[in-house]
Every structure is written in structure tokens, then in C-alpha cells.
């Protein structure tokens, strides 16, 4: 079975976990983080690095937001230096930051104008539940979408719950 390459933008508590998980499933991994020290831990595990969100995105076909809320998602999905400038068609960025649903559907319409999608997929259960690859999630999404993203999230999350369109 081909894994996906994933990308995680925010490797801090919740993110090496996720990069853990992910990598020990045999995904290729890529890491972005304004923390060299989580970088640092995030190759430690095995994954490559980049510097920016956009140079992430020149690399893969989906991202994970790790980040933590409104202001960081659109600043390192849509702000210079943003993922999305650089994903190609058919790209998904999966949101998993505590951000209001305005924020993800924005982030919706403009990915849409690059033919590339959203999931919106907050994750619970804090971080023991992470280092134990045992998150819940929680999808929104196209039907598409989140068959894909099943794939990578199940390497971190025990459960995921699918609740119907991108901001629900």
C-alpha cells in the first residue's frame, strides 16, 4: 500500500506525536515549525524538514495544520509564505487547530480557487491521548476528502467522526 507523503505545519506538544504516529505507519513526513527545537525533535523522528509553509507545500499533496488557532492558521496557510501558494490541484489542507468555523470555511473558498480542498478536522483528547496515537476526530468535509484523510488521520486516532460539511 502507497502511503501518503503528510505534511505537519506545527510540531509542538500535539504535532511530534502526530509526526510519530504518522512515520510509524510509513508515511514520508515533512515538518514545519517556527520552533527550531521542535524541528530539530521533528527529524530526530524521522522527519525532513522545511523552512516556510510554502516550501512544505512545493513537496506534498497534504498538510496538516498543527498550529494553534485562528490567526496562526491563516497565517501560515493564506500569509506570506503561506502552504496554500504553493500546493498543487487535488492538495488537501487538513485543519486540526482550534479555530471558529468562519475561519475554516474562508479557508474553504480559497483553497477551492486552487482546486484544492479542506478538511476540517479538529482533533480531542489532549496530548496523552497523542503520544498514545489514540486521538478522536473530527471530520468535515467532501465525502472524497475525508475517505483520503481517514487514511492519514487513523495512523494517530483511534476514532473519527464524520459530522457532514466543512465547518460543522
Known amino acids: 500500500e502507497t502511503k501518503e507523503q503528510v505534511g505537519v505545519i506545527g510540531v509542538g ?8 504516529h504518522l512515520i510509524r505507519h510509513g508515511h514520508e513526513v515533512i515538518a514545519c515549525d517556527i520552533d527550531t527545537g521542535n524541528l530539530a ?9 522545511a523552512g516556510t509553509p510554502a516550501e512544505l507545500g512545493k513537496h506534498l499533496r497534504f498538510v496538516i495544520l498543527g498550529v494553534g488557532y485562528d490567526d496562526e492558521v491563516n497565517t501560515v496557510a493564506i ?27 474562508a ?10 480542498d479542506v478538511l476540517d478536522a479538529p482533533i480531542c483528547r489532549g496530548r496523552w491521548f ?3 496515537g489514540k486521538l478522536l476526530a473530527l471530520f468535515g468535509g467532501k ?9 492519514v488521520y487513523s495512523a494517530f ?8 460539511d466543512v465547518g460543522h
Open 107 to 116: 479557508l474553504d473558498a480559497r483553497a477551492r480557487e486552487k482546486s484544492c
Open 130 to 132: 497523542a503520544d498514545e
Open 41 to 49: 525533535k521533528a527529524r530526530d523522528l524521522g522527519a525532513r524538514v
Open 79 to 105: 500569509g506570506e509564505s503561506g502552504v496554500l501558494a504553493t500546493l498543487s490541484k487535488g492538495s488537501i489542507v487538513a485543519v486540526s487547530s482550534t479555530v471558529a468555523p468562519e475561519t475554516v470555511k
Open 143 to 151: 465525502p472524497d476528502v475525508i475517505a483520503r484523510g481517514r487514511t
Open 157 to 164: 486516532c483511534s476514532d473519527i467522526a464524520v459530522l457532514g
Open 13 to 20: 506538544r500535539m504535532g511530534l506525536p502526530i509526526v510519530k
